[in-house]
């Protein structure tokens, strides 16, 4: 049972617009949610975060929108920059349960 | 230089052999993890501990066992009785009870079924 789910394995996006990642999930007592970024062979990095009282954190150009009736979040970068080539993963843990919970990832493509 | 140091990056496992992937770190962490990937699959979480001599069994547990016997290391073994071990396997570490941002990642370790 897929408690976080990114439905769009893949995107693909012109240089210079906007990337929307998108991601949903079904568990209520999520109260703390995550991007990670992940290029071939390695580790993945931490992106930005946004607590369930919020329901904006912007970064530079990175913003993550919250929507809680929905259980929905997105991420969005603008503008879309080559670099930003790689899997995105959704995250979402209960804080005092100390351990997160990934989604499968959707991989973004920046078009030249 | 701190991080987390996943050992070996390639691992080949032959039928009915365990193999033991190492995850050092120097980030003075208490809480470390094991997650797998497999393609179109996400992370998912194998094993977790929070502290020395004490893990708690993830999400798809079965086939592997852990050891925490020091606060830097969190071997992870994928016995004969993981069916399915070929994936990409990431360590991770985070301050306990800061979990969120502060999960910091290795480079992980492909392991190959011959």
């Known amino acids: 049972d897929q408690q976080v789910k990114q439905n769009s394995p893949s995107l693909s996006v012109q240089e210079g617009r906007i990337s929307i990642l998108n991601c949903d999930y079904t568990?209520?007592?999520?109260?703390?949610f995550l991007w990670y970024k992940k290029y071939p062979a390695e580790g993945p990095t931490f992106l930005i975060s946004?607590?369930?009282?919020?329901d904006k954190n912007e970064d530079g150009r990175f913003t993550v929108f919250l929507n809680k009736s929905a259980k929905h979040l997105s991420l969005h970068i603008v503008p879309s920059q080559p670099g930003d080539s790689a899997v995105y993963f959704c995250?979402?843990?209960?804080?005092?349960?100390?351990?997160?919970?990934f989604g499968k990832g959707t991989r973004l493509h920046i078009l030249p | 230089d701190g991080g987390i140091t996943q050992s070996p990056k390639y691992l080949f496992r032959k039928e009915g052999q365990n193999v033991t992937l190492s995850c050092e770190q120097n980030?003075?962490?208490?809480?470390m993890y094991w997650y797998r990937q497999d393609p179109g699959q996400g992370l998912r979480l194998i094993y977790y501990?929070?502290?020395?001599?004490?893990?708690q069994k993830g999400d798809i547990a079965e086939g592997y066992s852990v050891s925490r016997e020091k606060k830097e290391s969190f071997p992870l073994t994928v016995t004969s009785a993981q069916k399915n071990p070929t994936a990409f396997y990431l360590c991770?570490?985070?301050?306990?009870?800061?979990?969120?941002?502060?999960?910091?990642f290795g480079s992980g370790t492909q392991l190959s079924v011959l």
């Open positions: 991770a570490s985070s301050i306990r009870g800061e979990l969120n941002e502060k999960l910091f």
């Open positions: 568990n209520s007592m999520f109260d703390y």
């Open positions: 946004i607590s369930s009282i919020k």
């Open positions: 995250a979402a843990s209960v804080r005092r349960d100390d351990k997160i919970i």
């Open positions: 980030l003075n962490h208490d809480a």
């Open positions: 501990s929070q502290i020395v001599n004490d893990f």
